[in-house]
C-alpha cells in the first residue's frame, strides 16, 4: 500500500515536473501532461473539471513561487546601486538586509487602500490586475530546463509577445482611471512607447525564429545545440567531450543574430519602462508616472510586476539568443538547467542594473527617433540579413560558425579600439565633440530653428 | 476703491478656449525637480509647452522688512536662509555691502588680512559645495541618479569642514561684520588640503560620467538658449552669464577682498560644432560649474600654499554703527551676481535693506526660454539655471 503510494507519489512529482513532451514533438500541446494527471486522478470527475482543477493549482503554485523574483530582484536592485552609488544599502532587517523587501511587503500590505475619489473605482482596481496576470502568463512559457516548463506550446515566443503587450493596457487603464493629468501622462507616454518598441523586439525575435524554424521554446532552445552534436566532439577539455559550445547559441550564429539579441535587449529596456527609457515614471517630470495615484498592496502590484517583466525579458533573452537552460558543455548538464538560465538571466539583470544607474533618460521625441529611426531599420536589414545567411548556409556548419564568429569578434574589437584608443587622448572639447557627434549641419539646424522661435516672439 | 486695488494686484492666470486640445497642469509647489517650492502653471498640448508661468512666493519670510528691526550683526544669520546652499558666500555679500558703508567711519580699520584669507577658504569651498549640488540635482533631473549620490558624498566632506571651522554644516553665520567668527580649528588646513588633493580628479570622472554623455548631451545640448544679449537684457549673471559666453565675473572685474592676489581663469561657456553646443543652452550653463570647480580648487590651493597670514580674525569694533548714507555692494556668489542695498541712518539698525537675488533674474527668463519646448525640457532648464528658492522668495 505504502510502496503504491509512494510510487504514485512520484509519478505525480515526474509529472509535475517533467515536461515529457521532446523538443522534436515540439508542436504537441502543453496541456498533455495536465489531461494525463487528471483522467488518472480525478477520473471520477468529468474530464474538463478535473482538467481546471489541476490548472488551477498549477497556476496557484505559480502564482505563490514566481513572486519570489521580483522579491529578490528588489533587493539586488538595491544592493546594485548602492554597489555602483558606494553605499551600502539596506543592511538592517535581517543578515546583510536580506530580509527588507518582505519588510517592505509587509508595510505596503498594512497601508491604507487609497482610491481617489474622482477616479473610475472599478477600473483602478482592476488595472493592477490586469498588468500582474499579463507578466506572470508570460513565465509559462519560458523553459527553466529540460523538465521545468508549464507549456511547451508550438507558438511559444508568439504567445509571449502577445500576452506581455497586453502590459501596455493595464498601464493606460491604471492612467486613465486615475483621474490626475501626470498619471495620464505617463500612460500616454508608456502606450506610444511600448507599442513603439514592440516593433523592433518582434523583429528581432524573427530572426531567431527564421534560424530556428519554429517558434516553440523548447524548439529554439533545441536548435541551440545542433550543430555539433552529431559529430566529432571539437575539443577535450580535461576529459570532458565539449560537443556543442557557446557558438552554437543563438546570438552568434550569424552576424545579424548577433545585432538582433542587442536591438532585442535595448528594446526590452524600453519595454519594462526603464532607465534610460524610463519616461512614462520619470521621477523627475511626472513625479511617478502612471502609478502615481496608486498605493498599499495596489502599488505593489505595479511594483512586482515590474519586475516580473526585467526577469521575463531577460529570461527571454537568455533563451532565445544565449542557449537557454544549456550549459557550454552539451548534454552532460553538470549543471542544473536552472541555475544555468537563471544565471544567465541575472547577468542580464545586472546589465540593465548597471545601465539604470549609470545612464540619464532620453527625451520622449529622441526615444521614437531612437525606435524608428535606428532599431527598426536595423532590424528590418537584420532580417534580410539572416534571409541571406541561410541562403548561403542552409545546415549550420563550422565554415558558417567560423565566418560569423570572425565577422562578430571583428566588429567588436574595431568598436572597442576606437572607444579606448582614441577618446581619452582628445581635448576636453572634442571629447564632447566625438561624444555629442550631431555634426555642425545640426547646430546651424537648431540656431535657425532657435531664431525663428524668437523672431515670431517678436 | 478696494475694488480696484484688487483688480489691479489680481494675478493672471491662464485660460482655455473652450474645446481645446489643451490642458493646464500645475508643476508644483511639490515636486521633485523644481527645486524648492517653485511652482508653474504649465499650458500643454501633448508634450509641448505652449506657456510656463513661474509662481513664486510660497518661501517668502519678508527678509527685508524683519532687517529693517534687526542689527548688523543680527542680519548676518537672516542671510544664512537666503540661498542655503551658499550660506558662505550670502554672509560675505551682505558683510562686504556693511563694510563699504562703514569704511567712511575713519574708526573703521578695515577687514584684518587673515580674515580675508579665511572668507576666500571659505567662500570658495562653498562655491565648490554649490556647484556639486547643482551637478548631482542636475544629473537627477535629466534622470541619472547616481552623479547626485556621488556629488553628496564629497559635498558631505565640505560639509564635514565646515562643521570643523563653525559647527554648522548648513546655516554657517561664520562670515562677520569686520571678519569672520572663529579662527582655524587645529589641523584644517591639512584636512582641506587633502579634501581638494582627493578632489580634484573626481571632477574629470564627473565630466566623463555626465558632461559628456551622449544622452545627457542630447538632452542639453541646443536646448533653451539664452544668448549673450537675452541673458543681460534679463540681468541673468554668473554661470547663466558665462554659459552665454560673456567672461564676467566680479572676482575679476571688480576684485573685491583678495581676489587680485589669486591666479584664476574665468570658464566661459564655448560652441562645440561638433557636438552641436552652442553658446548659452542647458549644457554650456552647466560646463561652466564644472569648470568654476576646478578654478575654485586652484585659488583654494593657491591659499593654501601661500601660507595665511597671522593677525587678529576680526576688526576690533565697539558696535557696528555705519555712517548714515546708502550703499550697493555686489559679490560672486555660486549663482550669480548678489547685491545688497542698504540705507543707513547712522544708527545700529539700517533703514532699508534690499537684496538682488540672481536667482529670482535668472527664473524670470524662464517664462521666454520654455516657450515651445517639452516638459522634460523644462525641467532641463529650470536645473541648468540652478536656482535656490531661498534666495528666489526672501
Known sequence: MVQQLSSQFLHLTSLLSVETVTPSEGSASGGNWAQAFASQFLGFLPGWIGLVLVMSVVAAVFVAVVPLVPLVLVLMERKVSAWIQDRVGPMRVGPWGLLQTLADGVKLIFKEDLIPPQADKFLFRFAPYLIFTCSFAVFAAIPFSQRILVSDLNIGIFYIISISSVVAIGVIIAGWSSNSKWSLFGAMRSAAQMVSYEIPIGLSILTVIMMAQTMSMEGIVAAQNGAFAEGEPIITLLGVEVKGTILDWMIFRSPFTFLAFFVYFLSSIAEVNRTPFDLPEAESELVAGFHTEYSGMRFAVFFIAEYANVFAVCAIAATLFLGGWQGIIDEDQFVPGLLIIFGKTFLLVFVMMWIRWTLPRLRVDQLMNLCWKYLIPISFFNILGTGIWGLFFREDSALSIGLSFLIISLFVVSILGIVFNSFGKLKPADQTALAGNIGAANLQKLKTTWNERHGQQK | ?394
Not at chain 2, 588633493?197 to 538632452?219: G, M, Q, S, V, W
Request: contains cysteine.
Open chain 2, 1 to 394: 476703491m478696494l475694488a480696484q486695488s484688487t483688480a489691479s494686484e489680481e494675478r493672471k492666470f491662464l485660460e482655455l478656449k473652450p474645446f481645446s486640445d489643451e490642458m493646464v497642469v500645475s508643476m508644483g509647489p511639490q515636486h521633485p525637480s523644481t527645486h524648492g517650492v517653485l511652482r508653474l502653471e504649465l499650458r500643454l498640448d501633448g508634450e509641448i509647452v505652449r506657456e510656463a508661468i513661474p509662481h513664486i512666493g510660497y518661501l517668502h519670510r519678508c527678509f527685508e522688512k524683519h532687517a529693517e528691526n534687526l542689527s548688523y550683526q543680527q542680519i548676518v544669520p537672516f542671510t544664512d536662509r537666503m540661498d542655503y546652499i551658499a550660506a558662505m558666500n550670502q554672509n560675505w555679500g551682505f558683510c562686504l555691502a556693511v563694510e563699504e558703508l562703514m569704511s567712511a567711519d575713519p574708526k573703521f580699520a578695515g577687514v584684518p588680512e587673515r580674515a580675508e584669507y579665511l572668507r576666500v577658504l571659505a567662500g570658495e569651498l562653498n562655491r565648490i559645495a554649490s556647484h556639486l549640488l547643482a551637478f548631482g540635482t542636475y544629473g537627477m533631473d535629466i534622470g541619472a541618479f547616481t552623479p547626485f549620490l556621488y556629488a553628496f558624498r564629497d559635498r558631505e566632506k565640505i560639509l564635514f569642514l565646515f562643521e570643523k571651522l563653525c559647527g554648522a554644516r548648513l546655516t554657517y553665520n561664520y562670515i562677520r561684520v569686520g571678519g569672520v567668527s572663529r579662527d582655524l580649528p587645529p589641523g584644517f588646513l591639512d584636512d582641506v588640503r587633502e579634501f581638494i588633493d582627493y578632489f580634484e580628479p573626481k571632477i574629470d570622472e564627473y565630466n566623463a560620467l555626465l558632461t559628456n554623455n551622449k544622452i545627457f548631451l542630447e538632452r542639453t545640448i541646443g536646448v533653451a538658449i539664452m544668448d549673450e544679449a537675452m541673458a543681460i537684457s534679463y540681468g541673468a549673471t554668473g554661470p547663466n552669464l558665462r554659459g552665454a559666453g560673456r567672461k564676467w565675473d566680479l572676482r575679476k572685474d571688480e576684485p573685491y577682498s583678495i581676489y587680485d592676489r589669486f591666479d584664476f581663469d574665468i570658464p566661459v561657456g564655448e560652441e562645440i560644432p561638433g557636438a552641436g553646443a552652442v553658446l548659452g543652452d542647458c549644457w554650456n550653463r552647466y560646463k561652466v560649474r564644472m569648470d568654476e570647480m576646478k578654478e575654485s580648487v586652484k585659488i583654494i590651493r593657491q591659499v593654501l600654499d601661500g601660507g595665511l597670514p597671522d593677525g587678529p580674525i576680526v576688526a576690533a569694533m565697539k558696535a557696528i554703527r555705519p555712517p548714515a548714507g546708502e550703499v550697493f555692494s555686489r559679490s560672486e556668489a555660486p549663482r550669480g551676481e548678489l547685491g545688497f542695498y542698504i540705507v543707513s541712518d547712522g544708527s545700529v539698525k539700517p533703514v532699508r535693506l534690499k537684496a538682488k537675488s540672481p536667482c529670482f533674474c535668472a527664473l524670470s527668463a524662464l517664462q521666454e526660454l520654455s516657450r515651445g519646448l517639452m516638459i522634460a525640457d523644462i525641467i532641463a532648464i529650470i536645473g541648468s539655471i540652478d536656482i535656490v528658492m531661498g534666495e528666489v522668495d526672501r
